[in-house]
Nanobody, 125 residues
Framework: VQLQACGGGLVQAGDSLRLSCVAS????????VAWFRQAQGKEREFVAA????????VYADSVKGRFTISNDNAKNTMYLQMNKLNPEDTALYYC???????????????????WGQGTLVTVSS
């Protein structure tokens, strides 16, 4: 499966953005999908994830209550709605998917087999 993320941009603190990630080649229907981010000079970190077929949504504590992960099955697209952005949210955001049938949410990078190219979110103060 190939993943294509988009929607990043330059915003001010307090603003909102919605990232999208569309899959091609196959559907997400049997995958656990996630968003990660990587700030300059830091390791890639988990943001949010859920099993596409249904199950608990998991968020990093740093984004809980501000970010919402969702999907549109018909469009084979996942989203990350980001509200109340702050400069600490500045990073490259990546969408990712686990191999099919692995329906357990994992927070570690190595658990995900498929990655999008990243979309840059910059939040100015």
């Amino acid at each position: 499966v190939q993943l294509q993320a988009c929607g990043g941009g330059l915003v001010q603190a307090g603003d909102s953005l919605r990232l999208s990630c569309v899959a091609s080649g196959r559907t997400f229907s049997r995958n656990t999908v996630a968003w990660f981010r990587q700030a300059q000079g830091k390791e890639r970190e988990f943001v949010a994830a859920f099993p596409w077929s249904g199950g608990a949504i998991v968020y990093a504590d740093s984004v809980k209550g501000r970010f919402t992960i969702s999907n549109d099955n018909a469009k084979n697209t996942m989203y990350l709605q980001m509200n109340k952005l702050n400069p600490e949210d500045t990073a490259l955001y990546y969408c990712a998917a686990r191999a099919p049938h692995l329906n357990v949410v994992r927070r570690d990078v190595n658990a995900y087999a498929y990655w999008g190219q990243g979309t840059l979110v910059t939040v100015s103060s």
